[in-house]
């Protein structure tokens, strides 16, 4: 990937009458997209994108600029805790929320219920692209060797999924031969709605409480969008230390 690469590139795109190229991007953000930008340091954790450090350097050479900027965050003390957690526990709960661990001897049902929840969840999310259920299910399915029934986690109502919390070990870590006290809470989506207000907290306090009863340390809350609550929910417990952006360029000369 060269500047020369993006300009044609650009070019191509404006003969199309597009006026806005943007990217890295795989098709979609359900694929792998944006450059990491800042390192921090920490190594790279499982299923984190990477890249070369040049490459954005070319995307800046080639006229583009950034459009959105994700962070992940690293708490350090699971024994931490949100105060508001109690109080938004016990209204869901007298409302008929209960939080369970996912079945793992039905994992593929129980992956269509995420899904249930994500397509409507991330529906509002910055970019947002639908895809099928047969698209989702095969994207989550390698996963399955290697996750924590405990570490996965669904809310439901008379139910019906209304959250979800997906969160798995840092098997990079065994990869360089380093002791495994990393989880990573990949996804966490809650169905828009008042009715559903504080549980996106309750899930991740639930996530925390059940990787440190599993004997883990330490949890990354990864690729978050600058402005998505996850963010906000995440400033409770954990530091950024990474940052990604994702750039565009106007089409229009």
Not at 82 to 101: K, M, S, W, Y
């Amino acid at each position: 990937m060269t500047k020369e690469l993006l300009d044609h590139a650009c070019r191509e795109l404006r003969q199309r009458n597009c006026t806005l190229a943007v990217g890295p991007m795989d098709g979609n953000t359900w694929h792998r997209y944006r450059l990491l930008t800042e390192r921090g340091p920490e190594p790279a954790f499982c299923l984190e994108p990477d890249n070369p450090d040049e490459w954005p350097v070319w995307f800046a050479a080639a006229g583009f600029t950034p459009l959105a900027t994700y962070f992940s965050a690293m708490c350090n003390d699971l024994s931490v805790e949100d105060p508001r957690i109690p109080r938004a526990t016990g209204r869901l709960e007298r409302d008929g929320v209960q939080v369970r661990p996912i079945n793992s001897d039905e994992f593929t049902n129980e992956l269509r219920r995420i899904y249930d929840v994500s397509r409507e969840s991330f529906a509002g999310n910055f970019l947002y692209t639908p895809i099928g259920e047969a698209e989702f299910l095969a994207q989550y399915e390698p996963l399955r060797p290697h996750m924590r029934p405990e570490l996965v986690l669904l809310a439901e109502q008379a139910d019906r999924p209304v959250g979800f919390a997906f969160m798995l070990p840092d098997l990079a870590q065994a990869k360089r031969g380093v002791a495994l006290d990393t989880v990573i809470l990949k996804t966490l989506a809650v169905r828009p709605g008042r009715a559903w207000a504080g549980l996106g907290g309750v899930l991740l306090a639930h996530c925390h409480r059940a990787a440190r009863t599993l004997g883990f340390r330490r949890a990354i809350h990864a690729l978050m969008h600058e402005n998505n609550n996850s963010l906000n929910l995440s400033g409770h417990y954990a530091k950024p230390f990474r940052r990604y952006t994702l750039f565009a360029r106007a089409l229009d000369k």
